[in-house]
């Protein structure tokens, strides 16, 4: 079947340039939406590789349309790009904290807290276990324990006295 020109200089939806249209802008909406939905993966997968992909993909996107398109389309194009991106990351910012998705991927717990102070041990006295220059270990009610000295060396087996705990730092004087 012979096009007539005719036929070409058609401007329906159903001629040869609409079609080619069409597919560039099925070729572009594609791009940014993968670079989109990459993007979004970036943000709970680790190693920047998804997210990289997904810059190129939006970048691509607005740039064939800038080659295929004119002007006025891929200004279009570039801003749909910029206010999606802007709108997409202030509703991640305000939504995905408090989903039930982001509460598979956040700690719940305390950074930092390890549950390792021990101010029990306050004023308690025991034994050098190791000489203690100016750290070691020390025997105080029946448990081991790492210490540091107040100020001078401590031999090995000497009474010493807890006068200070500063989180999992106990701090021992010779009795």
Not at 43 to 69: K, S, W
Not at 76 to 81: E, G, K, P, Q, Y
Not at 112 to 120: A, L, R, S, V
């Amino acid at each position: 079947m012979e096009l007539s020109p005719a036929f070409l200089k058609a401007k329906c939806a159903c001629s040869t340039r609409s079609l080619l249209y069409y597919s560039l802008m099925t070729t572009v909406v594609t791009l940014i939406l993968v670079g989109a939905a990459l993007l979004l993966l970036e943000t709970v997968l680790p190693g920047m590789i998804a997210g990289i992909i997904g810059f190129g993909c939006l970048v691509a996107g607005v740039a064939v349309a800038y080659v295929n398109f004119d002007t006025r389309t891929a200004n279009f194009v570039l801003l749909a790009v910029v206010v999606g991106l802007t709108a997409g990351t202030l509703c991640w910012f305000k939504f995905f904290p408090g989903s039930r998705f982001a509460k598979m991927f956040i700690s719940q717990q305390t950074v930092g807290d390890m549950g390792t102070e021990k101010p029990e041990l306050l004023h308690q006295t025991g034994a050098a276990l190791t000489p203690l220059r100016p750290s070691g270990t020390a025997v105080i009610n029946g448990k081991r324990v790492d210490v540091v000295t107040e100020g001078p060396f401590i031999d090995r087996g000497a009474p010493i006295r807890v006068v200070e705990v500063e989180g999992v730092r106990v701090v021992v004087r010779a009795v």
